[in-house]
């Protein structure tokens, strides 16, 4: 059906499988982008656009909801809706969406607005790795953006971290293979024909610590500190990772699920910390014992930070700003593919 109501055009398509919300979204964007709409032009009533296309109120509610919450329309109390903003066709609009908040999620989106420039629209969204929160923010956006970066880190009703979640997979399998681009983590059920930068963390922390064998070989035991976060799990392929290495290498090796105050250090000892807050207090009581810190207690820390290189903590870590960049680049030359994204050992003598 096609109507012009006050200067607006919609097509809504009653076979077509898109929801009428979303193409009451799309066509008046459209509509913006093709001029046919202005800034500070009245927009129908809801009651107008319920009736003229035999829809429900609660349909056209939802798409006028979803067009304010991206700022294209306002509302303005007795007298209606109007444009609030011109959408420029040429320019990419572009959703990052996070599983958390972290220095370095937020320094793999920094590079990756960078590197698409100034041209391009993206917006942040966080899902706290709750896979329905996830579903609910594909489906409210799923047409109004051109491509969609994700970070697919999920809990399952065990507070555990998981890869896999049916629906979310159904979902993103909904976004057209270019216009989805996969980061930080692999999801092999996406097929390899797709965009996808991501990390190996059970086979990237054992290969960084075979880099390490050699200043390894001089402690007695490696110690894992891996957080039990029910909020944001860890995934457990880096434990995995490194429960393996010590295995194959016969290292004496125990898993901690934090750095306890007051821990029974003992000299020629090796940790590797996730956790920064663990970092911290694992540094603290090496240094209250007057251990030496590369000499007495070995300190591996997971993840870089300036910090952590300004203070010579040797680290183990992906390289997030060439994450958000090759993210970009995917992106810009339409590019579908899977690649590891590098994966160091940066030694600065606290090994």
Avoid: W
């Amino acid at each position: 059906m096609t109507l012009v109501a006050e200067g607006l055009l919609l097509q809504i398509d009653s076979k077509s499988r898109i929801p009428k919300y979303q193409q009451i979204v799309d066509s008046i964007i459209k509509n913006i982008e093709n001029g046919y709409l202005k800034v500070g032009e009245k927009l129908p009533s809801i009651n107008d656009i319920s009736e003229e296309y035999y829809l429900s109120r609660d349909t056209v509610v939802r798409a006028y909801n979803l067009l304010r919450e991206k700022k294209i329309i306002t509302s303005v109390v007795s007298k209606g809706f109007y444009v609030n903003k011109a959408v420029n066709s040429s320019n990419s609009r572009i959703l990052f969406i996070l599983n958390k908040l972290s220095n370095y999620k937020l320094e793999i989106y920094n590079t990756f607005v960078n590197s698409m420039g100034s041209d391009n629209q993206v917006d942040l969204r966080v899902y706290h790795c709750d896979p329905q929160l996830l579903i609910n923010i594909l489906e409210e956006n799923m047409g109004a953006y051109d491509n969609f970066v994700i970070m697919p880190h999920f809990k399952d009703q065990k507070a555990t971290h998981t890869n896999y979640d049916k629906e979310v997979i159904s979902c993103l399998k909904k976004i057209p293979k270019g216009r989805l681009v996969i980061m930080d983590n692999y999801l092999p059920e996406m097929g390899d024909n797709i965009a996808c930068i991501y990390q190996d963390f059970k086979m990237d922390i054992y290969r960084a610590l075979e880099e390490a064998k050699d200043q390894l070989s001089k402690y007695d035991k490696l110690i894992l500190a891996f957080p039990n976060n029910p909020i944001y799990p860890y995934p457990k392929e880096i434990k995995q990772g490194f429960l393996n290495f010590c295995n194959t290498h016969h290292f004496d090796a125990e898993v901690l699920d934090k750095i306890y105050p007051d821990m029974e250090l003992q000299k020629k000892d090796a940790y590797i910390v996730i956790d920064e807050n663990d970092l911290v207090s694992l540094v603290k009581q090496t240094r209250d014992m007057h251990y030496e810190i590369g000499k007495d207690i070995g300190v591996v820390s997971y993840n870089d930070t300036p910090l952590k290189e300004l203070f010579d903590i040797t680290v183990i870590s992906t390289d997030f700003e060439l994450m958000g960049e090759s993210a970009a680049y995917m992106i810009k030359k339409h590019k579908q593919e899977v690649v590891p994204n590098i994966f160091s050992f940066i030694d600065r003598g606290s090994l």
